[in-house]
């Protein structure tokens, strides 16, 4: 019924940067947060940042300053922008949404997943 689907990721070389997309489709009234996570190789999936729906964001201390999140509310559709990349951001990027399909539907939905590989 929703589906979220990103794109974006790859290959890229230490210091270098790379922007994701994620584009929210179907039975959608309205949604509450946008959000990025990731989970690198044997480690559990983080927070990487959010923003909720007045505007506000949130980002994992290991990526303020190089990460920024954004979005295109008439599109359902955010980004990560991300920038100085190092090999310790290698990870499987998910995006996230909370959305209401709905009163009282309420739920959180997943991205299947992207790579990003940080390497020289």
């Known amino acids: 019924q929703v589906q979220l689907v990103e794109s974006g990721g790859g290959l890229v070389q230490p210091g270098g940067s790379l922007r994701l997309s994620c584009a929210a489709s179907g039975s959608i009234f309205s949604i509450h947060t946008m959000g990025w996570y990731r989970q690198p190789p044997g480690k559990q999936r983080d927070l990487v940042a959010v923003i909720i729906s007045g505007g506000s964001t949130n980002y994992a201390d290991s990526v303020k300053g190089r990460f920024t999140i954004s979005r295109d509310n008439a599109k359902n559709t955010w980004y990560l922008q991300m920038n100085s990349l190092k090999p310790e951001d290698t990870a499987v990027y998910y995006c996230?949404?909370?959305?209401?399909?709905?009163?009282?539907?309420?739920?959180?939905?997943w991205g299947q997943g992207t790579q990003v590989t940080v390497s020289s």
């Open positions: 996230n949404a909370v959305i209401s399909r709905g009163p009282s539907r309420t739920y959180s939905y």
